[in-house]
Every structure is written in C-alpha cells, then in structure tokens.
T-cell receptor
Framework: GESVGLHLPTLSVQEGDNSIINCAYS??????FIWYKQESGKGPQFIID?????DKRQGQRVTVLLNKTVKHLSLQIAATQPGDSAVYFC??????????????FGIGTKLQVIP | DTEVTQTPKHLVMGMTNKKSLKCEQH?????MYWYKQKAKKPPELMFV???????INESVPSRFSPECPNSSLLNLHLHALQPEDSALYLC??????????????????FGPGTRLTVL
C-alpha cells in the first residue's frame, strides 16, 4: 500500500510483483524528466530519463511514462527484487537563463520490497 | 574511473569551527555541483561550477564557500555553521554544464555524500 504523511511516502510491494511509482511535476518548461534511485548511505543513482516530447521510454526492467496534459510521471519496475528497495526521486531538468542545467528533485517515494 | 568520491564520509563540527568538504571526479566532466539533502527530503541544489567557474549560486548563505581548484576537484568550505545546516552534502558532476548538450539530458553523477552534523 501507499502512505503519505509526516514520513516519506512509502510503497510496499511483494517480491516478483510490478511496482508503479508516481510523481507530479510543476514546470511545463522542463525538457527532460529523470528518475533517480537512492539507496541508504549512497548518493542518487540515475535510472532512466525521458525527453519532454516522448510519452514512454523503456529500459531494462523499467518503464517511464510521461503525461504532459496532467503533468504526471510514473516509473514502472517489472518483477521487483529486494535490491530495488530504495528511495526513488523523480526530477525535472530545466535550464537557467544562461543555459545552465538545473535538476529539481521531487519529494521521493520509498519502495519497500517484501520477500 | 566512473565515480565521484567525497571526503570525509562523516563530519561533526561546532558552530565556531572551520572545515572543508572535498569532492573529486576523474571522468573529465566540466560541470560540478553541490547539493544539500535533509533527512527524508530531496536533494536541493546549492552551487553549479562550469569550467571551474562559479556559474550558479542558489542564494546560499555566505557561511558556505565553494571552491574549484581544478577541473577534477570541488571543495565546500564551512565556517560558523548553524545546527540547522546539519544534512547530507552531495557532490555531483556532469560532462557538460548544459550549454552544449541542448539535445540530450546531461546526466549528473552523484557521490556518496558527506554526513555533516553541526553541534
């Protein structure tokens, strides 16, 4: 199930099931959207990105869907494994007026895989 | 070498201390970043260095002073910090600062962070 409150939103999934992590973004001018995975004690690790003119992109066991109409992004993980347990952040890539890249992270979702 | 390293891993300092965080990458990346991450929160951008020059300062208090001695190194000098500055400080690098890579996402590679506690 999913819970939101004082703690990080958490999604609990049975090992082997598919996981879907959702994210809402705010900046319609963002040109890329990225999913990062952050394991305990580590920095964020790039998983997959999607350009703003696409609506779906697939990687190895992961799929990202982008719905610009409702400013919604999702990450689907197939056959979730214990090693997928981590905090997942969606992020928007936009640009400062000088062209420099700015990545803005969403609030994050903690994925717990139940063996 | 495809990693970003950060030292120290943990740091405890008093409000009157002066300390420095260090970050290093040997991927030939020309952009480097400092982020601050509070517990259960997303990383927040602090500074962007592009070709060893400070390009972006996200209104960070002057008690945080970044320095880029060369293209592989990035420091964050800390002085007179407050307890609320306690956080995980993340360094990242990317091949370009964004100006050149207009047609693709310029992936940022993150280090493991320095866990800072200010007493």
């Amino acid at each position: 199930g999913e819970s939101v409150g004082l703690h990080l939103p958490t999604l609990s999934v049975q090992e082997g099931d598919n996981s879907i992590i959702n994210c809402a973004y705010s900046n319609s001018a963002s040109d890329y959207f990225i999913w990062y995975k952050q394991e305990s004690g580590k920095g964020p690790q790039f998983i997959i990105d999607i350009r703003s003119n696409m609506d779906k992109r697939q990687g190895q066991r992961v799929t990202v869907l982008l719905n610009k109409t409702v400013k919604h992004l999702s990450l689907q993980i197939a056959a979730t494994q214990p090693g997928d347990s981590a905090v997942y952040f969606c992020a928007e890539n936009s640009r400062y007026s000088g062209g420099y890249q700015k990545v803005t992270f969403g609030i994050g979702t903690k994925l717990q895989v139940i063996p | 070498d495809t990693e970003v390293t950060q030292t120290p891993k943990h740091l405890v300092m008093g409000m009157t201390n002066k300390k420095s965080l260090k970050c290093e990458q040997h991927m030939g990346h020309r952009a480097m970043y400092w982020y601050k991450q509070k517990a259960k929160k997303p990383p927040e951008l602090m500074f962007v260095y592009s070709y060893e020059k400070l390009s972006i300062n996200e209104s960070v208090p002057s008690r945080f002073s970044p320095e880029c001695p060369n293209s592989s190194l990035l420091n964050l000098h800390l002085h007179a910090l407050q307890p609320e500055d306690s956080a995980l400080y993340l360094c990242a690098s990317s091949q370009f600062p964004g100006l050149e890579a207009r047609s693709s996402y310029n992936e940022q590679f993150f280090g493991p962070g320095t866990r800072l506690t200010v007493l």
